[in-house]
């Protein structure tokens, strides 16, 4: 039990009394109820907002109520002051020896440090990426990637079940169009000039080696057969030689996925067509026709009756046809049965979108809260586009793919964890901007650079002291003074972070905490610049030189374990 769960506890505990004494009602949730560290750190060390979120329920005043928490708390061994401020939040501080035995914590849970029970075991779907399979992944695709992949990490760390899942779109008339650019390099790969590659099909030298294959494979078989022999076949062979490139483009990132959904089969299926019956059943679905789009005259507007989904009646401004007029699916009718088949095996489900997606998130939110009878939690979590720059420039496009700059090449050139962690440095929702200059930059404004320069500094401290011949086996943290146990506080806050970012689906928040502990980190260490008696390392003082590497160290652990979250490798040199 970590710091802020046992704290937790001890106000559980309090709350129990309350209630064994008639002073809170019996079975009150406490669910909103929290214990953190105040906003103001001279209010204290930590802070729980008990009295204030109860006192309603418990038809009290929340000043009087906090009275009596802190009366509770004020018994504990651990707490030296109990301070109740404002209209009732408690405030509590903490003797040292309590951040001296987290430390000790920290070091005895090691990686696990900070791993948390909170979610219960319950499955969370996340799927992320889901690209048209119709060329290499580009660094439009690439932070959604990183975000999806991270989110997955940071649930399966707060003690979730996660399914990784790719929602492969092999369905759409965009799948038409890479068959036949697969037809032309085909037909290059056989000798035929193809001269320019025309307009409406994929341009990228990608599908250079996929006609070779199927040259090599078919001959001239289909060479100046009709489409209708060859669409079809092709279509199948040049989707999968895609999702060979796709997979191979993501694991250059680290990322793989469990599950390959692909929409043709879904429809082959017949997944839309259960998910429209079980709709009927409940009304939810009706056949009528939709109002003329804002600016059609009647002249301009030819009604027509369609199979429509009432997301009206979960918040969406209108119903949603879930098929076109010539009886094909909508992308909403198909994404509605997808959905519907993923919530079959898990509890929550999380997508991660562009935001160009933005307009459609209402509906289909309304389609799952439909489909599972509001049983399963949805998030959508939208994600920016990247702009690519080179020392405040654009970076031009890619010739081998056609018009846009593959992940490879960028993952190829400053590496997995560089771009990983630039990913996660702004919320998913924000703008961003991708300098190639400014990622690799060896200063504090880059934040890849200075928690990875904090972790590696902790390394180097632990060589030199190797080498200096201190022993290590025993350190006595009772000599860190409040300085040095304020970080220490800092570090103890990484399970409460862990557990607030996988609630928010928000990762980006593990980057932005261990920029600030590995800020606190290098200015406790610039202290020593000045004051040789305050250096982690002091050759003459072996005993303090112990006690700080074992704080140190345990900042290192904290580094590698959000570092792990994010999918980036702690390193030990720079």
């Known amino acids: 039990m970590t710091l802020y769960s046992r704290f937790a506890a001890y106000v559980d505990a309090a709350l129990d009394t309350l209630e064994a004494a008639g002073d809170l009602p019996a079975g009150i949730d406490r669910r909103a109820v929290t214990v953190e560290p105040p906003r103001d750190s001279s209010h204290g060390d930590l802070a729980t907002n008990a009295a204030m979120v109860l006192a309603k329920a418990a038809k009290t005043n929340p000043r009087a109520l906090a009275e009596k928490i ?76 990183v975000v999806g992949d991270a989110l997955a990490a940071l649930l399966e760390f707060a003690g979730n079940r996660v399914i990784r899942e790719y929602y492969v779109n092999d369905a759409g008339g965009q799948v038409d169009v890479l068959a036949r650019s697969a037809h032309l390099r085909y037909r290059e790969a056989l000798g035929q000039d193809i001269g320019a590659i025309p307009e409406g099909l994929y341009p990228g030298d990608y599908l250079v080696p996929v006609g070779q294959q199927l040259a090599q494979e078919f001959g ?112 909403f009718g198909a994404d509605l049965a997808y959905h519907f088949q993923k919530a079959q095996t898990a509890d929550a489900l999380i997508d991660i979108w562009g935001a160009d997606h933005a307009g459609t998130v209402k509906r289909i939110q309304a389609a799952v809260a439909a489909l599972t009878e509001g049983r399963t939690r949805f998030d959508v979590k939208l994600v920016q586009m990247v702009r690519l720059l080179r020392g405040g420039e654009p970076v031009k496009m890619s010739k ?116 600030d502990l590995a800020a606190a980190f290098h200015a406790l260490w610039n202290v020593g610049n000045d004051r040789p008696d305050r250096r982690f390392l002091v050759p003459d003082d072996a005993g303090i030189t112990a006690a700080r590497l074992f704080l140190a160290e345990g900042v290192g652990q904290i580094i590698r374990n959000g570092l792990s979250i994010m999918g980036v490798e702690a390193v030990s040199e720079m």
Request: hydrophobic share 40%.
């Open 70 to 145: 802190a009366a509770a708390l004020q018994q504990l061994d651990e707490v030296a002051a109990v301070e109740i401020a404002g209209p009732g939040f408690i405030n509590l501080r903490l003797i040292d020896d309590s951040w001296r035995s987290e430390l000790s914590a920290i070091h005895d849970r090691g990686a696990d440090y900070g791993r948390s029970t909170a979610g219960q075991g319950t499955t969370v779907n996340i799927e992320y990426v889901s690209a048209n399979p119709t060329g290499p992944m580009h660094m439009g695709h690439c932070r959604g990637a």
């Open 220 to 331: 001239d078989r289909y060479a100046a057969a009709p489409e209708a022999e060859w669409l079809a076949l092709f279509r199948t062979r040049t989707v999968d030689a895609m999702l060979v490139l796709i997979k191979a483009d993501l694991a250059l990132l680290g990322i793989h996925h469990d599950v390959f959904s692909s929409e043709a089969e879904l429809q082959a299926a017949g997944k839309p067509e259960a998910a429209e019956a079980w709709l009927r059943a409940r009304d939810l679905v009706y056949d009528g026709t939709l109002e003329a789009p804002k600016g059609e005259t009647p002249d301009d507007w030819e009604p027509v009756e369609l199979p429509l989904f009432r997301s009206t009646r979960f918040g969406d401004d209108q119903d949603r046809p879930i098929k076109k007029s010539n009886g094909q699916w909508t992308y």
């Open 400 to 515: 081998r793919a056609g018009n846009f700059v593959t992940l490879a090449d960028v993952v190829r050139e400053v590496g997995k964890d560089v771009v990983r962690f630039t990913m996660l440095t702004r919320r998913s929702d924000a703008q961003m901007d991708f300098d190639f200059a400014k990622v690799v930059e060896a200063s504090k404004d880059n934040p890849v650079f200075y928690v990875q320069y904090a972790h590696a500094r902790v390394a180097s401290l632990r060589r030199r002291a190797v080498e200096a011949g201190i022993d290590l086996s025993n350190p006595d943290v009772s000599r860190l003074d409040t300085e040095e146990l304020a970080l220490v506080q800092l570090a103890a806050q990484f399970p409460r972070v862990v557990e607030t970012a996988a609630a928010a689906r928000e990762p980006h928040r593990i980057a932005f905490y261990l920029y």
